[in-house]
């Protein structure tokens, strides 16, 4: 099983951002899927989730900016980050069960 994210980068504040999670060696579908960060010094956090019949729930501090979703048939998940601000500069993972992606880093920068 193997995931990988794609999609990080530098921005600008108030800037948008998409990442991807693309899954492998999964039964895509019948698995929830997380998106966690993780910024220099801090610990890891549970950024979004969307459980395998598509309901979402998303931390206190990105609600209403980010949207997370799923693709099954492409084994994708989405991350639609947008209003970035300075404290969303982090690496990023995608998570199902005990597997992690090498993450991706996002960084808010003027």
């Known amino acids: 099983a193997q995931l990988v994210e794609s999609g990080g980068g530098l921005v600008q504040p108030g800037g948008s951002l998409r990442l991807s999670c693309l899954a492998s060696?999964?039964?895509?579908?019948?698995?929830?899927v997380n998106w966690y960060r993780q910024a220099p010094g801090n610990a890891r956090e549970l950024v979004a989730r969307?459980?395998?019949?598509?309901?979402?729930t998303y931390a206190d501090s990105v609600k209403g900016r980010f949207t997370v979703a799923r693709e099954n048939a492409k084994r994708t998940v989405y991350l639609q980050m947008n209003s970035l601000n300075f404290e969303d500069t982090a690496v990023y993972y995608c998570?199902?069960?005990?597997?992690w992606g090498k993450g991706t880093l996002v960084t808010v920068s003027s």
């Open positions: 998570n199902i069960a005990a597997t």
């Open positions: 969307i459980t395998r019949d598509g309901s979402t």
């Open positions: 060696g999964f039964t895509f579908s019948m698995y929830n």
